[in-house]
């Protein structure tokens, strides 16, 4: 493994063994689950005890449970292709009377729904814009890519079809659209899904880079396990209406659970101002069937019941990971999140002298992020703040530029059977998704965010 990830992730794994030493140390109480307000309380008067979820997996594996009757807030997160992700944008492109009413448009050639205001002779567009849409030019570019764009501070261009059939531009920039929210319809379920595909033939699909190989040969997932959000909160006790998050970086809230969200397998919806976001943190990811969304979501979840205090000691071991075929979408078997986040590296290696040339390169054509390169001059290359940690081309680099320990799905089918399958993609980043978690750890207890009670329940 890269030098550099091994010394990072060794420094801030001993900055969590001393925290959890140091919240050993503060205070020792009965188990004793609080109301929101008093712990609210507890966060203003920096009283309370405040962990993120990456350091209570820790405090678990060290057999130190008990020590979870401490906690009061645990700050979570999840990273992850997230289909449910639209924008809704509004800013001038003409001056007043230059046409009546858009009928289309397009930015950067992504197609955005045009309304609901008509906006009459002022050359002001309302837009809604899907994550998951695709530009018409460029096969590789999807609405993903263009937020990130945005949030970079890139000019984009804009083009209108107006009423009358005649066609106007623009470029414009995030900074000129006095409105630019993104939404999330879905986002965050409790534990999603593994896939394979138990056809008989290789299938395009959002769930994998390239075409999925049949006979159930390799497999693919997505979700955090015990750091997810949910997971944390299944009963939607903390979580509700009106709960402030972190929504890719920016201060954002809670509308409720999202489209399909059930009982069994709840989501959340959730907005946040674009103008705060932090482009590291969503973007574009491209799939065999097309372009898709990141989204990253950072939630405190405040310890109001038994319930929550059981379930943030829950390992990946005994978090369900569903097995689909991606054929059917249909569950054919189970395995859990321990076989796909335990003794795994959630960082991808790279070892640019281990290159030996492959024309083209495997990588660089298999990675959904586009963050790989291959230069004649300067021979390969990785962008660290576009990479995703998936390990598409630790999967198929043939010389051991990119090497990533993935882990394997054991397959458990209602009739018995058992069988291992590799893990050739993830399309969540726990990595990132860590980092989150402690740094809405860093900003609930410096004051600069601040926890917010649900104003309604949303189970």
């Not at 501070?153 to 804009?158: A, F």
């Not at 008989?200 to 750091?227: L, V, W, Y």
């Not at 081309?393 to 010389?399: G, K």
């Given at each position: 493994?890269?030098?550099?990830?091994?010394?990072?992730?060794?420094?801030?794994?001993?900055?969590?063994?001393?925290?959890?030493?140091?919240?050993?140390?503060?205070?020792?109480?009965?188990?004793?689950?609080?109301?929101?307000?008093?712990?609210?309380?507890?966060?203003?008067?920096?009283?309370?005890?405040?962990?993120?979820?990456?350091?209570?997996?820790?405090?678990?594996?060290?057999?130190?449970?008990?020590?979870?009757?401490?906690?009061?807030?645990?700050?979570?997160?999840?990273?992850?292709?997230?289909?449910?992700?639209?924008?809704?944008?509004?800013?001038?492109?003409?001056?007043?009377?230059?046409?009546?009413?858009?009928?289309?448009?397009?930015?950067?050639?992504?197609?955005?729904?045009?309304?609901?205001?008509?906006?009459?002779?002022?050359?002001?567009?309302?837009?809604?814009?899907?994550?998951?849409?695709?530009?018409?030019?460029?096969?590789?570019?999807?609405?993903?890519?263009?937020?990130?764009?945005?949030?970079?501070?890139?000019?984009?261009?804009?083009?209108?079809?107006?009423?009358?059939?005649?066609?106007?531009?623009?470029?414009?920039?995030?900074?000129?659209?006095?409105?630019?929210?993104?939404?999330?319809?879905?986002?965050?379920?409790?534990?999603?899904?593994?896939?394979?595909?138990?056809?008989?033939?290789?299938?395009?699909?959002?769930?994998?880079?390239?075409?999925?190989?049949?006979?159930?040969?390799?497999?693919?997932?997505?979700?955090?396990?015990?750091?997810?959000?949910?997971?944390?909160?299944?009963?939607?006790?903390?979580?509700?209406?009106?709960?402030?998050?972190?929504?890719?970086?920016?201060?954002?809230?809670?509308?409720?659970?999202?489209?399909?969200?059930?009982?069994?397998?709840?989501?959340l919806s959730a907005f946040a101002d674009m103008h705060r976001m932090d482009a590291e943190l969503l973007g574009g990811f491209v799939t065999s069937s097309g372009p898709?969304?990141?989204?990253?979501?950072?939630?405190?979840?405040?310890?109001?019941?038994?319930?929550?205090?059981?379930?943030?000691?829950?390992?990946?071991?005994?978090?369900?990971?569903?097995?689909?075929?991606?054929?059917?979408?249909?569950?054919?078997?189970?395995?859990?999140?321990?076989?796909?986040?335990?003794?795994?590296?959630?960082?991808?290696?790279?070892?640019?002298?281990?290159?030996?040339?492959?024309?083209?390169?495997r990588a660089e054509e298999a990675c959904p992020m586009r963050a790989i390169a291959r230069d004649s001059a300067i021979g390969v290359c990785r962008s660290e703040v576009?990479?995703?940690?998936?390990?598409?081309?630790?999967?198929?680099?043939?010389?051991?530029?990119?090497?990533?320990?993935?882990?394997?799905?054991?397959?458990?089918?209602?009739?018995?059977?058992?069988?291992?399958?590799?893990?050739?993609?993830?399309?969540?980043?726990?990595?990132?998704?860590?980092?989150?978690?402690?740094?809405?750890?860093?900003?609930?207890?410096?004051?600069?965010?601040?926890?917010?009670?649900?104003?309604?329940?949303?189970?």
């Open positions: 493994m890269n030098l550099t990830i091994v010394l990072r992730e060794a420094e801030n794994r001993a900055k969590r063994v001393s925290r959890i030493n140091s919240i050993h140390n503060k205070r020792q109480r009965e188990i004793v689950v609080g109301s929101y307000q008093e712990i609210a309380g507890k966060v203003e008067n920096k009283d309370a005890v405040i962990m993120s979820a990456q350091e209570v997996a820790d405090l678990v594996q060290a057999g130190e449970s008990a020590q979870l009757c401490e906690v009061d807030v645990v700050t979570t997160a999840t990273r992850a292709v997230m289909s449910g992700t639209y924008a809704v944008l509004s800013f001038p492109v003409a001056g007043q009377a230059s046409f009546l009413r858009a009928r289309k448009a397009w930015i950067n050639g992504v197609q955005a729904a045009v309304g609901p205001c008509p906006n009459e002779n002022l050359g002001i567009l309302d837009l809604i814009v899907l994550g998951t849409a695709h530009s018409s030019s460029r096969p590789d570019y999807g609405g993903g890519h263009l937020f990130r764009d945005l949030v970079e501070r890139k000019p984009v261009q804009v083009e209108v079809e107006a009423d009358d059939g005649r066609r106007l531009g623009a470029e414009v920039g995030l900074d000129e659209m006095p409105t630019a929210r993104l939404f999330g319809s879905r986002h965050a379920f409790k534990n999603y899904s593994a896939f394979v595909n138990a056809g008989e033939e290789p299938i395009n699909t959002i769930f994998h880079c390239r075409g999925f190989a049949p006979h159930c040969k390799e497999a693919t997932f997505s979700g955090c396990g015990q750091i997810n959000p949910v997971k944390n909160d299944p009963l939607l006790e903390s979580i509700g209406v009106g709960t402030r998050i972190l929504m890719n970086g920016a201060e954002g809230f809670v509308l409720g659970t999202g489209t399909r969200s059930s009982r069994e397998r709840p989501n898709e969304c990141i989204c990253s979501l950072a939630v405190p979840i405040a310890v109001v019941s038994e319930k929550i205090l059981a379930e943030i000691a829950r390992p990946d071991r005994c978090i369900p990971l569903p097995v689909n075929d991606v054929n059917s979408r249909t569950v054919i078997g189970q395995a859990d999140y321990g076989d796909v986040w335990e003794d795994v590296d959630l960082a991808v290696a790279f070892e640019p002298e281990n290159c030996s040339g492959c024309s083209p390169c576009l990479c995703f940690h998936c390990g598409m081309c630790a999967t198929v680099c043939p010389s051991g530029v990119f090497s990533c320990r993935m882990g394997a799905v054991r397959l458990k089918t209602a009739a018995g059977a058992a069988r291992t399958i590799p893990v050739v993609l993830r399309q969540s980043d726990r990595l990132r998704a860590i980092r989150m978690a402690e740094k809405m750890n860093e900003k609930i207890t410096n004051g600069s965010f601040r926890i917010s009670e649900p104003v309604e329940r949303i189970a």
